[in-house]
């Protein structure tokens, strides 16, 4: 199978679900509003519950649907949460109470995995020496989708209605299935054949346990800050147009992104995954210390693009990092573990910073991501059990 022609095909599919999935973030707690909660304190807890619901689903059932597609095949499992995703998010279209809408974010986190098993299918058939560049690249489809789809969504809402966007985002999410279904082929001889001849233990994945709490980590020292960062930005921003200056805080780091992805991605390929993981670690934590003391959106601008060409290295870093240690006949449980520890981290991340915030300050909030980032690279510094697959890299075994 050619690599870099599957590599394509899923950054189009990977886009599009993200563009989907996102549509709707912009006015959930609206939605929400409209399905009779009005008290705001109310619109904030359902709001809370709703947004987490999937993760909490997601996070159990990843694992379970990775083993699925060490025996089955890949291909099957980007249909199943493509077309899944996209049934259940149209129904949403059609709640009448917030607790119907709750109900069908648990069934969705169920369905997810569309994302991680894209990895898992790109990094099987990816040879090693170029897994950080196609898997970084491919992870821009991905944040290019997650950018433009809050946009369109408020764009469509306007438009059609919120529940015109439901409707839409089930579509996209059925259309990039068709795309897979189509364009992707898969050798499921192989998948046979390791299912039927070797023994799948899941002690076999134990050697990958810094690689999942690495995502852990980052993922939840990411995302604390997150969800309260345009609050902060209103507290340093006094000027005209407030909410485009809070959409250029939030969008920066993404746009930064889609060059640090790439760019870090092939940075591994040459002197190793985890070397760069550590890299990023340390230099997103130090991006943070011009937000935590600025004091114009400027400077605050500025540590958003900085962190946002660092964050870009982590994921491809850690997903290359499971291709090269994980048994081949369990890669795609592998890559599972892998994206319920980032969907661990996402619950996380916001509990842990808006707690910060209301007990201290949001200023405070950046400083312990930092901590938690360096201690984070201070791990894998010291943890040498990741240094075998730095070792394994062409270049370095000709040095």
């Known amino acids: 199978m050619n690599w870099k022609r599957t590599l394509w095909i899923l950054w189009a599919a990977n886009f599009i679900v993200m563009a989907g999935t996102s549509l709707v973030v912009p006015f959930l707690p609206l939605y929400i509003e409209t399905l009779g909660v009005h008290q705001l304190s109310a619109m904030e807890q359902w709001s809370g519950w709703i947004f987490s619901a999937q993760f909490v689903t997601a996070f159990i059932f990843q694992p379970i649907w990775g083993s699925f597609a060490d025996r089955h095949g890949r291909k099957i499992m980007l249909l199943r949460a493509g077309i899944g995703m996209g049934i259940v998010t149209a129904l949403m279209g059609l709640v009448v109470a917030p607790w119907q809408l709750l109900l069908l974010r648990l069934v969705n986190g169920i369905f997810a995995g569309f994302i991680s098993m894209a990895v898992s299918l790109q990094a099987s058939v990816t040879p090693d020496e170029y897994s950080g560049r196609a898997l970084g690249m491919l992870q821009t489809g991905s944040i290019a989708g997650a950018l433009i789809g809050p946009v369109v969504g408020g764009v469509l809402a306007e438009a059609f209605g919120f529940n015109g966007v439901f409707y839409f985002t089930g579509i996209l999410l059925i ?207 010291w943890n040498r059990s990741l240094d075998h697959a730095d070792r394994d890299h062409p270049v370095n075994q000709r040095v």
């Open 175 to 381: 259309l990039a299935s068709v795309v897979v279904m189509v364009f992707v082929k898969e050798n499921r001889t192989n998948f046979q054949k390791t299912g039927e001849k070797a023994k799948r233990e899941w002690k076999a994945l134990l050697p990958l346990m810094p690689v999942f709490i690495a995502s852990i980590v980052t993922q939840a020292g990411m995302m604390s800050i997150e969800p309260i960062v345009t609050l902060y930005a209103k507290t340093i921003y006094h000027g005209r147009h407030l909410a485009i200056m809070a959409g250029l805080v939030v969008a920066t780091s993404g746009v930064a992104n889609l060059i640090g992805a790439p760019t870090l991605g092939r940075l591994g390929d040459r002197i190793g995954q985890r070397k760069v993981l550590i890299l990023a670690l340390i230099m997103a934590a130090v991006t943070y210390l011009p937000q935590a003391l600025a004091t114009g959106i400027g400077v605050l601008l500025v540590g958003r693009f900085l962190l946002g060409l660092f964050i870009g290295g982590m994921i491809p870093s850690l997903n290359a990092l499971v291709k090269k240690m994980a048994p081949q006949n369990m890669q795609a449980t592998a890559f599972g573990v892998n994206s319920s520890s980032l969907f661990l981290g996402n619950l996380i991340g916001p509990l842990l910073g808006s707690s910060i915030a209301a007990a201290y300050t949001i200023r405070d909030v950046f400083y312990v991501t930092m901590s938690i980032l360096i201690a984070n690279a201070l791990i894998l510094i």
